[in-house]
């Protein structure tokens, strides 16, 4: 599935893009453990750039989160591929996500699948990922202003559940929108400051099957079946605690030339990082 340039694109900034992705792919994603060649041809296709506020998009290929509205985030790439591949996918799939946000994992998810569905809390994120979304021709993607921790039911079963968001238990609202076979994956912590993502497979029609995959930090799921509040302030961004992945990404960035160290202090000032 290709995307639609906009008029303010010129085509040598184009392919410097498309150039600073495929390095992402191979250095952020690939070279950390990620095999899966479905979840990296979608890596390689989707422009993250135009998921993000203009005057973020000189950063898109880091492997950070970055704020966007509502003070959420858009997951670091590396997380978005870690959990694609968690879901086992064989492509040509029907997934449901929870938390659209800039709606930049719906369309990696929707290289590989037939049709993603996804839900987003607030309103704002989701006008803006269902225009972003058709903007870029992503026509196999409907959006959801609801509360995703209910999921969609309107299109059950689904092959895939995931959700971009840690919530204190697993929904039982979405394990039972899972056709059986289907895979849930999920962050679930007790503590809303860091989660175990955990993936949920449906055995048959009242078992299911659950797995620890790896230490994570995500925003709190808020809705009738996750936290009520967020508590803290502000949003917490996304990390993969047994892949070390920020303390990697400072020993690189310690060996840089003068102007990669400027802009990584530049993204520094621009979202906090635990």
Known sequence: ???????EDH???LKSLASLREEMVERDIAARGVRDELVLGAMRKVPRELFLPKN?????????????AGEQTI??????AFMAESLLLKGGEKILEIGAGSGYAAAVLSEIAAQVYTVERLGQLADKAAATLADLGYVNVRVLHGDGTRGWLEHTPYDAIVVAAGGPQVPESLKAQLKIGGRLVIPVGADQRVQELVR????????YRSEDIADVRFVPLIGEEGWTTAKGGGARHVRAGRCGRF????KRWSGT?????NRSHRLRGLISIP
């Open 75 to 80: 997951s670091q790439p590396y997380i978005v």
């Open 247 to 250: 303390l990697r990404k400072r």
């Open 257 to 261: 030339s003068p102007t990669q160290r």
């Open 11 to 13: 085509p040598g900034e």
């Open 1 to 7: 599935m290709g995307f639609l340039a906009s008029k």
């Open 200 to 207: 949920v497979t449906r055995v048959s029609e009242n078992e």
């Open 56 to 68: 973020l998009r000189e950063f898109a290929y880091e492997d950070w989160p970055l704020p966007i």
